[in-house]
């Protein structure tokens, strides 16, 4: 009942959007708020769709002003559902919800940005269709252990990539991160990205069988290329929303690499806490990061916060979420990933550094200032080890 | 007991520590000279406390059980600091701490305006103190101690000048080179040699102390059960074992190839050479043997590995004794001819202690006795030429009848030295001579007679240089003009030297113990006398004619060119070394600094070329990912 009531809000928010953007600003924020008490998790998830909407005020006069801030409260409802139902046709519907306010919010900006909107439509698009289709291979197919299930999983994988930005599909990242405005850019690289995976987790899981381990194997494959190619192509990079690009393409074969270890059922808590952990990191690092580009730079202290912590030191967030990842993938015999891991992760830290340098040129009173500033705080969250975050896990009606 | 020893080991020490810490406090204080005289008094304890030991601990004769002393270190790895106080050990301890004494009351006078005194008195005397430590101990880690002491004390006392500003003190002839080699060696050079060289035999002896107590429990060695030890090991593993053990021994004892650091070893003080070639250092090596053959008793038994061992042994002792004394022949330089001999001597030491296997105790007991005679001739020969160096300013041999009249004492000493260490009849060290020509003689059944006729050959040659030490510096040599310089302590102290061996003779001839009894016999043999009659005629020839100016005389004098073993070839197997880890580290840094980085580089670019911008590409890279992923399954 509460979800119904938040579309309704939501939509209302829309309407009045026209006459008041402000109530639409307000609405949206009551919206996330009370999405925030859906499940245990929804707070943190709240916390990263507020960055977005605070951000977005940086450009408050774009294109479809108002509008903006509803698509980022109703990308957090969806996202928040698709930890709690179950149903295929009702995961791959919040699927497409999630993924289709972004097709809009990547062409605003200070300019109307048409030719970028095209070509990550484009992909969208495909990694939709061949997740739509993909899923409902596995879904004919697993219970015989068919062919059909094979070409299922290896086609959703193939549209989970494309909508993600895994290598080597992952073409449209640099482009679209490097072209469209960092406000729109943040939401796609933060939110946006957290109902893929988890959808695909839930048919993966659902549809799991003696045959889904050995397919694995073709994932923890992806996945280290992921993390190579994203890895060393930032190294050479120097304009920083390319090096964020690269950066999310590592960081989603990070990611992937969990799933690796799903099927053992010991570690499967602490896989979950590695991927939403990392997507975490992920969200709050690109929002930060994203808001310090958009502001000309930001305080030296809070560039480092997120350089460091995705480079993976303690006790920051990103130290804890690829720990469990690593931990997980050790103990599933996944042993030699781990290691491309962490060598991975050392590959990452001059690109980190050089990161952390460019956009650490000093603190000014701005919108996009103090949103780098909540993300870089957001980070330090773990300081308290989290196993409070692998109980809120285990918590969550998956 | 304990304090005994405490005064036998530590007074050399703690009395040396006041005039080094006055060195260290200021560079040269004038206040601080007198303490020398505390150093001495120092060794002078040193020789009560072994006299005690001599006198004190019942009956001193070859068969008696030996006498020991523990004091608990590791119990728990029956490791404790042992000392064993036996026929050998008793008598080496008081001619080790006595020629020390005597030594450094020359020192006295001899390093009187020496510029570093702190750092000479506190090497010299833990010199002794090591000695006596190595010489005393039954406990192989405890030797072992000892052993490093001697090492550590010998690489500050040869480089001891080690401004390298005076070139009297150097060895060789400034300047000359061969080939590649300089052939003059300064003290610091010297030093370094020294203590490199004994280190290549350390090591193995250091691991062979190791498998003695992994595969027999106990370090002791008198306790060790040797003819056991090769049940469990085997011949091949008796021979390995003992000849690493052996190997610290031949590299102290400087026997072939180990030999030149000896002959630099004369850039020290001579003070230091007369101690490190009489009862210090270089005898170490041998005493060791002696008291390792004493307890292994390899007549009772005849282990296979144990004979290799001992022939080894024997034949490296005679061509190092041969070695020695035909490169004494060839030199001219006083202290490195006299560093030459005692090689040789230490070779026939080597070799009677080995001729043990096949005679028993006997052989050990002509090594030792000859180990003492010859301890007191060369501390005798060492110390005059020191005095004659200081008196003439020229460390080669020099010096007509001039010399011999204005140092009497010398004179006197050196004829009595020489004709006693020659071995010519009826003097001290026929006896002992006519003993090892017994047991050498007792090898013709198994070897053969090659082992008696190079100890002959080596005696006669032996005579001869002794002659012509003799004759080039007090007869025959350049003529020189004196510096006298008082110089009566120095005097004391080999007059007292040279003493001793009469009263060493007087024992040889009065005694009727074993081992003198045997060597009278020896020496009452037709044989016998005969070699000295030999060596005799060696003795006058060269004494008549003590130089041959020729290019063979050239070829022994440059010690058959063994340098380069020292100086060039194994200096490039360092070389070898260093340059392969230099080319390790370039392929590192290469890796690093250049390949890896472009390695990433490249792959970066490549990765990053994708990127053109172009939609079109994109699609078909994303439609070929998708088909090839459709392959996949089809394939599965």
Redesign the interface.
């Known amino acids: 009942m509460l979800e119904l009531a938040i579309l309704i809000i939501l939509t209302i928010a829309a309407a009045l959007s026209y006459w008041d953007r402000r109530f639409s600003l307000a609405l949206s924020l009551l919206a996330i708020f009370a999405a925030s008490v859906i499940l245990p998790l929804a707070p943190l998830l709240t916390l990263v769709a507020f960055l977005g909407i605070i951000f977005l005020l940086v450009i408050k006069n774009n294109q479809i002003a108002g509008v903006d801030y509803v698509m980022v409260a109703f990308m957090l409802v969806v996202t928040v559902l698709a930890f709690v139902v179950k149903d295929l046709a009702l995961l791959l519907t919040l699927f497409v919800a999630a993924s289709v306010p972004t097709y809009l919010l990547v062409m605003i900006g200070d300019k109307l940005n048409i030719d970028i909107g095209?070509?990550y439509v484009?992909?969208m698009v495909?990694a939709t269709i061949?997740f739509i289709i993909g899923a409902a291979l596995t879904y004919y197919g697993y219970e015989e252990r068919s062919?059909l299930y094979?070409?299922g999983?290896?086609?959703l994988?193939?549209g989970l990539?494309?909508e993600v930005g895994i290598a080597?599909?992952h073409?449209?990242v640099?482009?679209v991160f490097a072209s469209a405005d960092p406000v729109p850019v943040s939401i796609i690289a933060s939110l946006a990205k957290f109902v893929p995976f988890v959808v695909a987790y839930k048919i993966f899981l659902v549809t799991a069988n003696p045959l889904t381990a050995q397919l694995l194997f073709?994932v923890a494959i992806v996945s280290a290329i992921s993390m190579f190619?994203g890895n060393?192509?930032?190294?050479?990079?120097y304009e920083p929303s390319r090096i964020l690009a690269y950066s999310t393409v590592a960081n989603m074969g990070y990611i992937l690499a969990a799933f690796s270890a799903i099927m053992s059922k010991e570690l499967i808590y602490f896989a979950l806490a590695g991927v939403l952990l990392q997507l975490f990191v992920n969200s709050f690092g690109k929002i930060g990061f994203f808001a310090s580009i958009k502001g000309g730079g930001t305080s030296s202290l809070y560039s480092w916060i997120l350089g460091v912590s995705f480079i993976g030191i303690p006790p920051l967030m990103g130290f804890w979420s690829k720990f469990f990842i690593i931990y997980a993938l050790v103990f599933s015999n996944y042993v030699w990933l781990a290691i491309i891991l962490i060598l991975n992760s050392a590959?990452s830290v001059p690109y980190y550094v050089r990161l952390s340098r460019i956009l650490g040129t000093g603190w000014r009173r701005n919108i996009a200032n103090t949103t780098a500033l909540i993300s870089a705080a957001a980070m330090l969250i773990t300081v308290i080890p989290p196993t409070w975050f692998v109980d809120l896990v285990t918590m969550a009606r998956w | 007991m304990i304090e005994v020893l405490a005064i036998l080991f530590l007074a050399p020490i703690f009395s040396s520590i006041p005039i080094a810490i006055a060195w260290g406090i200021e560079p040269r204080p004038r206040w601080a000279e007198k303490l020398s005289y505390l150093s001495v008094f120092g060794l002078f304890l040193s020789l009560l406390a072994s006299l005690y030991l001599l006198i004190y601990l019942g009956e001193l004769s070859p068969e008696a059980k030996p006498i020991k002393y523990t004091i608990e270190w590791i119990p728990a790895l029956n490791i404790n600091f042992v000392f064993i106080f036996d026929y050998l050990s008793r008598i080496m301890g008081v001619l080790t701490a006595l020629i020390a004494f005597l030594i450094g009351v020359y020192g006295l006078e001899y390093m009187r305006n020496d510029y570093r005194l702190g750092w000479y008195w506190f090497f010299f005397n833990l010199f002794t103190a090591s000695m006596l430590l190595t010489v005393y101990s039954d406990n192989m880690l405890l030797l072992f101690i000892g052993w490093e002491g001697l090492g550590l004390a010998s690489w500050g006392l040869i480089g001891h000048w080690f401004r390298d500003d005076d070139e009297l003190s150097y060895v060789g002839n400034v300047g000359r080179k061969i080939w590649k080699l300089n052939m003059f060696w300064t003290p610091s050079f010297a030093g370094w040699r020294a203590i490199s060289t004994i280190r290549i035999g350390d090591m193995p002896m250091f691991f062979a102390i190791a498998a003695f107590f992994v595969l027999t429990g106990t370090l002791n060695i008198s306790e060790i059960d040797w003819h056991g030890l090769e049940g469990k090991v085997g011949t091949v593993g008796i021979v390995i074992l003992i000849t690493a053990f052996s190997m610290g021994l031949f590299a102290k004892s400087a026997q072939l190839p180990f030999s030149d650091w000896l002959m630099t070893a004369m850039t020290g003080p001579t003070t230091v050479s007369a101690l490190l070639h009489s009862a210090t250092m270089v005898a170490a090596g041998t005493y060791i043997f002696m008291r390792l053959s004493w307890y292994i008793e390899p007549w009772k038994f005849h282990g296979h590995g144990y004979e290799y061992v001992y022939i080894l042994v024997l034949f490296l002792g005679l061509a190092s004794a041969l070695y020695g004394a035909l490169v004494a022949a060839g030199c001219l330089e006083r202290k490195v001819l006299l560093a030459a001999s005692t090689m040789s001597s230490l070779g026939l030491m080597f070799a009677s202690t080995a001729t043990c296997y096949w005679v028993g105790k006997i052989g050990i007991l002509v090594g030792f006795w000859y180990l003492v005679t010859h301890a007191f001739a060369k501390a005798t020969l060492f110390l005059v030429a020191g005095h004659l160096i200081h008196e003439t300013h020229d460390r080669f041999c020099v010096g007509d009848f001039e010399v011999a009249k204005h140092l009497k004492l010398a004179f006197i000493a050196t004829v009595a030295a020489t004709l006693s260490l020659s071995g010519i009849p009826p003097l001290t060290a026929y006896w002992v001579k006519s003993g090892m020509d017994g047991v050498m003689h007792a090898l013709e059944h198994e070897l053969g007679y090659l082992p008696l006729v190079l100890l002959i050959l080596t005696s006669m040659v032996y005579s001869g240089f002794l002659a012509k030490f003799l004759s080039l510096n007090f007869i025959k040599g350049k003529h020189v003009h004196i510096h006298p310089h008082g110089g009566k302590l120095m005097e004391i102290s080999y007059t007292a030297m040279f003493l001793m061996l009469f009263l060493l003779l007087a024992i040889y001839i009065t005694s009727y113990e074993k081992p003198f009894k045997e060597f009278h016999h020896e020496g009452f043999l037709p044989s016998s006398i005969a070699v000295g009659i030999l060596v005799l005629a060696a003795y006058i020839f060269a004494l008549y004619k003590p130089q041959i100016k020729s290019k063979v005389g050239e070829f022994l004098g440059d010690r058959m060119y063994l340098p380069f073993l020292n100086d060039l070839i194994v200096a490039k197997f360092g070389w070898v070394l260093s340059t392969l880890s230099d080319y390790g580290n370039r392929f590192i840094d290469f890796m690093c600094h250049k390949a890896v980085p472009k390695l990433f580089e490249i792959y970066s670019n490549g990765t990053r070329m994708i990127q053109s911008g172009n939609i079109n590409t994109y699609i078909k890279i994303a439609v070929a990912f998708v088909f090839i992923v459709v392959l996949i399954a089809a394939g599965w």
Do not use: G, Q, Y
Request: hydrophobic letters at 65%; a negative charge; glycine letters at 0%.
């Open positions: 095209i070509k484009t992909f495909l061949l062919p094979i070409a999983f290896l086609i994988l193939t990539c494309l080597p599909v073409e449209w640099p482009d073709v190619v060393i192509a930032a190294l050479t990079s590959i």
